[in-house]
Each structure stands twice: as C-alpha cells, then as structure tokens.
C-alpha cells in the first residue's frame, strides 16, 4: 500500500479533461488555476487517487507521477528522449540491475532517469554545464538523493574519447554518434551493446557506415510510432493525432575482432 501523500511529495493533479500539472506538496502551500485553488494542506496526508475540489468546484485528482509524467512535466534545458522511445532503448540496450552504463548527451535527464529506474550504474558526458546541473536537479527530483550514488555526470567530449573501460552497454544521444564507434570498440566489453537515438535517417546511415566497418553485429535501426486510440461505447477509432517521428534507435553488438 502506497504512503499518504507528504510534503515535499510531488503530485500530478488531474482536472476531469485530463488536463495535468505537476505540483511540489508544501505546508500552508497552493495550486493556482482557472478552476480557483487547491490548498496543499488538503493534499498532504491523504493518499493518491484522490479527488479535492477547488474553490469554483473544479475536481482534481491526486496521483504520485510515472516515471513518463515527470519526463514530460519536468524542467528542461534540452529536448527529451520522450517515453515511446525510452521503453525501447531500454529494450535494445538489454539495460539490468547492476549494468554499466555510459550515456553521452545527457540533457535533460530524461534517459538518465529511464536507465537508473532499471537499475543501472551511469556515467554520464555532457558537454554544458547547465544541462548536467539540470540532469543531476532532475534526477534527484524523481528518484531522490540516493539516485545520486549511482550517477556520475562529467563535462566531456565523447568524441574525443571515452575514459572508462569494460562497459557493459553505451547509450547515445548526440548529433555524430559515429564519432564515438572507434573509442566504443576499446570501452565496451565484448558482448556490451551500443544503442543511438538519431533525429535523421541520414544520422542514422552515416553510423550504420561506421559501425559495418567495425567489430560490431546484430545491427538494427527502428522508428517507434505511438498511436493512441478513442474508445467510447461503439465509437473506437484510432485518434486524429498520434506521436509519429521522433527519431531513430540503432542498436549492435560489440564482437571479438
């Protein structure tokens, strides 16, 4: 059974059209809308799932954020890896408790949170210091202080090398993946997986080059398209929108040359 919603807590209201904000729970605190306010106090001690009304009579109701929630709702310097690619790249880089992992262009910390909730040991490069300040306030945000024990952000250029060594699996985020292929060879161990996130079909050739020309197999590159759909009573139709391209997730296998 979850704990009563605390101070401190963060709760993702949710008003009847399933509108969604992100609010921190403080003592003698207030959630401000056109629908009136929410006192914190009366949030704090109940537990999640449930509704409070605001001073015009808008219901809202309380929930502990996902993992997914938070990515789309937190501070952010740079864009995120949204969820409908973090699934996957969790899946393609075969991410496991205890893992090591380095994550070049970390950003937000988007990627970041996804690859520590599964359990892995992070090492971090990024070359702005405010996008690994805000990564770091991100990542303490959702998973806490002690999320911090297992990752380290260092400002650094992947391109120009990778210091650590026996890497069990690299995950990249960067404009010129295909820069870092040579020094993954020597930080990677055999076996160890690479996965990038590429915007552009033609990002995605130039390191499919990279990697054919290196001790790497199992290569693949996939796009995920999410679409949702609307079910009501006999009306079920697929949504008029849909989360279509983001980018492009390239996976393969470091082998013995």
């Not at 952000?153 to 391109?159: F, K, T």
């Not at 079909?201 to 759909?229: G, M, N, Y």
């Amino acid at each position: 059974m979850s704990a009563p919603l605390r101070a401190g807590d963060r709760v993702l209201l949710i008003d009847p059209r399933g509108r969604r904000y992100l609010v921190t729970l403080k003592v003698g605190g207030e959630f401000h809308s056109h629908g009136g306010y929410v006192p914190h106090d009366e949030l704090i001690g109940r537990v999640e799932g449930t509704t409070v009304r605001a001073t015009k009579g808008l219901a809202y109701t309380a929930l502990r954020p996902t993992l997914a929630d938070f990515v789309l709702k937190m501070p952010r310097g740079a864009q995120v890896i949204y969820p409908k690619d973090l699934g996957p790249i969790l899946l393609a880089a075969d991410v496991y408790p205890g893992a090591r992992v380095l994550e070049s262009g970390v950003g937000s910390g988007a990627l970041s949170l996804a690859l520590l909730r599964a359990g892995a040991e992070v090492v971090g490069y990024e070359l702005r210091e405010d996008f690994a300040g805000r990564a770091q306030q991100n990542v303490e945000a959702f998973a806490g202080a002690d999320a911090l024990e297992h990752y380290r952000v260092e400002i650094r250029d992947c391109y120009e090398g990778i210091e650590e060594v026996g890497l069990d699996r690299i995950v990249l985020d960067l404009p010129e993946p295909w820069q870092v292929v040579k020094h993954s060879e020597r930080s990677l161990a055999p076996g160890g997986i690479l996965v990038s996130y590429t915007p552009t079909i033609l990002q995605a050739v130039q390191l499919r080059e990279a990697l054919a020309a290196a001790p790497f197999i199992q290569t693949t590159t996939i796009e995920v398209l999410h679409r949702s759909w609307h079910i009501e009573g006999q009306s079920v139709r697929p949504d008029h929108r849909m989360v279509a391209h983001t980018g492009f997730l390239t996976s393969a296998r470091l082998v013995v040359a």
